[in-house]
């Protein structure tokens, strides 16, 4: 049954297509979600802010997980 559900992973995953400014938005919005201060007085884009200032970081910094991935994850060329 496990089997089944990394399978059934794989192929979900196989199938999710995200740009790298997307992908990396995500993982740093993780350390903002839930932040009152986000709420009152935050800049609404900072974290769309911290990934453009950073592409090159984030690229250098998640490669190896992205690479590592690559069977079940497609980044999108495209910049959104």
């Given at each position: 049954m496990i089997f089944e559900l990394i399978n059934n992973l794989k192929i979900y995953f196989c199938h999710f297509l995200i740009s790298?400014?997307?992908?990396?938005?995500?993982?740093?919005?993780?350390?903002?979600?839930?932040?009152?201060?986000?709420?009152?007085?935050?800049?609404?884009?900072?974290?769309?802010?911290?990934?453009?200032?950073?592409?090159?970081?984030?690229?250098?910094?998640?490669s190896p997980v992205v690479n590592a991935q690559s069977n079940y994850m497609e980044l999108a060329n495209g910049k959104k």
């Open positions: 790298e400014k997307e992908l990396y938005m995500a993982i740093s919005n993780l350390s903002y979600d839930g932040d009152f201060r986000m709420i009152l007085g935050e800049n609404p884009n900072k974290v769309k802010n911290i990934v453009e200032g950073q592409v090159d970081l984030f690229r250098q910094l998640y």
